[in-house]
């Protein structure tokens, strides 16, 4: 009983189509060597290289790592605005050893999350980078 069931119910959808208005707009032309050649001309969007997807958050990563090596340096440096013995030297020193200590921090939870979150895994990476090649230099 089901075959006769199921092949009925394929009649009736086939017998519906058939009998369903066509309507066809009189601006549509046939596709023939033009239309090829159109669809062919379609520009697809240029795929990038994923590391340059997060170009920002790297590039931002490393400029504030360089400047917390830069606070760094100046703190142990006689010549510098905020260097021992000076007014500043306690006004930077804090947010500084606070910059130097998040750089850890951040790599841990980069470690954690780089699957779902690269762009924040490489601004880590560059926030790193970027405080210890100039205390190297």
């Known amino acids: 009983m089901a075959p ?8 009736r959808i086939q017998k519906a189509h058939a009998d369903a208005p066509q309507s066809v707009h009189a601006n549509i032309r046939a596709p023939g060597i033009a239309g090829i050649a159109a669809s062919a001309r379609v520009k697809s969007r240029r795929r990038r290289h ?41 006004f930077v020193f804090y ?23 690269p762009g924040f895994a490489l601004f880590s990476l560059g926030y790193l980078s970027g405080i210890v090649i100039p205390l190297f230099l």
């Open 4 to 11: 006769a069931n199921f092949q009925e119910r394929l009649e």
């Open 50 to 90: 994923p590391i340059m997807e997060h170009l920002v958050s790297t590039s931002l990563g490393i400029v504030l790592g360089c400047l917390v090596a830069v606070a760094l340096v100046g703190l142990s440096s006689e010549d510098a605005l905020w260097g021992p013995g000076t007014p500043l030297h306690d």
């Open 95 to 117: 947010p500084t050893m606070g910059g130097l200590a998040l750089a850890p921090v951040l790599m841990l939870f980069a470690v954690l999350t780089a699957a779902r979150k």
